[in-house]
């Protein structure tokens, strides 16, 4: 099985940022789509953003496109989540996933967090408050 363990969550104020990590273990992480789900208390889970394999293409959810960036670091086997402008809205546990397929989308171009997931980490919890 696919280890992965998300940090870097905790309690920041609306407008802050936090900078999510997640490692990867028994793989190497560019040859695996990497993508961040987060679910609020009473909510589905949804995905949040997405880096493909194929291509190292990015992709984002519409509610935080603009605010939260995606990137790799392949020779820490880890991705990162940098969340700035953070809303309350944004409050919820963040889980790290990681796929074989490239990322999927709308016809939009906005991250639909459809298909699956081969693998989950057991999330991190982000709360946005003053």
């Known amino acids: 099985q696919v280890q992965l363990v998300e940090s870097g969550g905790g309690l920041v104020q609306p407008g802050g940022s936090l900078r999510l990590s997640c490692a990867a273990s028994?793989?190497?992480?560019?040859?695996?789509?990497m993508a961040w789900f987060r679910q609020a208390p009473g909510k589905e889970r949804e995905g949040v953003s997405c880096i493909s394999n194929s291509d190292g293409r990015t992709y984002y959810a519409a509610s935080v496109k603009g605010r939260f960036t995606i990137s790799r670091d392949n020779a820490k086997n880890t991705v990162l989540l940098q969340m700035n402008s953070l809303k309350p809205e944004d409050t919820a546990v963040y889980y790290c996933?990681?796929?074989?397929?490239?990322?999927?989308?709308?016809?939009?171009?906005?991250?639909?967090?459809?298909?699956?997931?081969?693998?989950w980490g057991n999330g991190t919890l982000v709360t946005v408050s003053s």
């Open positions: 996933a990681a796929d074989s397929w490239p990322c999927t989308t709308y016809s939009t171009g906005d991250y639909s967090g459809r298909g699956g997931m081969d693998y």
């Open positions: 028994e793989f190497t992480s560019d040859d695996y789509t």
